[in-house]
Nanobody, 124 residues
Framework: QVQLVESGGGLVQAGGSLRLSCVASGRTFSNYRMGWFRQAPGKERDFVAGITWSGSNTYYADSVKGRFTISRDNAKNTVYLQMNSLKPEDTGVYYC?????????????????WGQGTQVTVSS
């Protein structure tokens, strides 16, 4: 079992920044690829960003490229999502997730473990 706890969400004006953190416990963190997803009210959970085991490769949804940065610190069992130039359409609940298998890092159905989510609200 892997437990994931997100933090760092909040209310921010458009153009502002937030940094989300997700701390993992329970298993060897570096054995998992990690992803961030978000879900707006009434919508599906969408891929935002993903990172491989050592952090050597990162992946982003087109809508956040150039604005968001995913990173990880395996010594701290933590994955981060730095969000800059935020837009109202970035509003939603942000979830971190852990992927042990060789599944598609962009596919939410492939992930085995999920955090409880943190709310991000961007006002216009």
């Amino acid at each position: 079992q892997v437990q994931l706890v997100e933090s760092g969400g909040g209310l921010v004006q458009a153009g502002g920044s937030l940094r989300l953190s997700c701390v993992a416990s329970g298993r060897t963190f570096s054995n998992y690829r990690m992803g961030w997803f978000r879900q707006a009210p009434g919508k599906e959970r969408d891929f935002v960003a993903g990172i491989t085991w050592s952090g050597s490769n990162t992946y982003y949804a087109d809508s956040v490229k150039g604005r968001f940065t995913i990173s990880r610190d395996n010594a701290k069992n933590t994955v981060y999502l730095q969000m800059n130039s935020l837009k109202p359409e970035d509003t939603g609940v942000y979830y971190c997730a852990a992927l042990r298998s060789w599944g598609n890092i962009m596919n939410a159905r492939e992930y085995e473990y999920w955090g409880q989510g943190t709310q991000v609200t961007v006002s216009s």
